[in-house]
């Protein structure tokens, strides 16, 4: 019962962890005492559920992950669950996440679902008022929480299930490796105070005031940043982010690769970027994610 981590083969500041078939098998059981409307209601359920999860990696799971995640220079974990058996379903990811999640830190409340989790579909048709949604189109880079006053420190992505896709790649960036971060971090407006706003669908009724660029404990910057939500004041802030939007993108260190249904991208949401390329178009297009963003445990 051990776990298995090793360097993703496109970065080795992303690190992949193997979780087997067999010891996945061992936490079956203790998930089964949870069920999704417990873990909805009773926040110290998951807890229960994380510790279960931990004990079958022998209690290394949590501080392998938590190393990863604050560690500057990584950052990002992938965690690819062996899950072909029938017996680990939608649930059984559900609480897998939730269990990841709470190893680390607390979750935020999501607005969006009115959950500590949101579950969402990428569908061929879509009449959405965010790109989150829109299949055909490129959900260019972004860090979360842009628009709320919780702060957030980390983000789970969750690739629950998919079909008729192709195309629709991850896509990632680690701050330290982008060609612009001196240039742009240091241009005076990056740190003046952005108004951030964001669509209906949100179910967030204020907007919020930040830079997109401050600086960590050690000195080193760190972003808040998504091309939708910022409400620039004048066109100072316009051109900057125009500049930051096209720098970003154009980044040939962008790490791009497809991740496997079941699997989690677990990331640092200070210095890493996340996205995802366009999918190619398909009437049968469906994929469905779930999310959860929260904070580290003091």
Not at 137 to 159: A, F, Q, R
């Amino acid at each position: 019962m051990s776990i298995e981590i090793k360097d993703h083969n496109k970065s080795k500041r992303v690190k992949i962890i193997k979780l087997k078939e067999q010891d996945l098998e061992k936490i079956i059981f203790p998930f089964k005492k949870h069920s999704i409307t417990s873990l909805e209601y009773k926040p110290f359920s998951r807890f229960s559920l994380a510790k279960s999860l931990d004990e079958v990696f022998n209690n290394k799971l949590a501080s392998s992950l938590t190393k990863i995640l604050n560690d500057r220079n990584t950052g990002t974990a992938i965690i690819e669950p062996e899950i072909n058996n029938k017996k680990f379903d939608k649930d059984f990811l559900v609480k897998l996440s939730t269990g990841l999640a709470y190893l680390v830190g607390n979750p935020n409340f999501d607005s969006m679902t009115g959950k500590y989790y949101a579950r969402f579909y990428v569908k061929h048709q879509d009449s959405s008022d965010s790109y989150l949604r829109k299949a055909y189109t490129n959900l260019d880079l972004h860090t979360d929480g842009t628009y709320v006053k919780e702060k957030t420190d980390w983000l789970i992505m969750t690739k629950m299930e998919e079909q008729g896709v192709s195309g629709g790649e991850s896509v990632i960036l680690h701050l330290d490796d982008w060609e612009h971060l001196d240039e742009l971090s240091n241009n005076p407006v990056g740190q003046q105070n952005f108004i951030w706003s964001s669509p209906k669908s949100k179910n967030i009724d204020y907007k919020v005031e930040h830079p997109v660029f401050k600086k960590d404990n050690s000195g080193k910057p760190t972003i808040s940043y998504i091309d939708q939500f910022p409400e620039p004041k004048n066109m100072e802030q316009g051109l900057f982010l125009q500049r930051l939007s096209d720098c970003l993108e154009e980044s040939k260190n962008k790490i791009e690769f497809p991740l496997p249904v079941g699997s989690t991208i677990f990331s640092n949401n200070y210095f890493w970027l996340h996205g995802r390329k366009a999918f190619k178009e398909n009437t049968n297009l469906s994929r469905e994610l779930l999310r959860i963003r929260g904070t580290f445990f003091n």
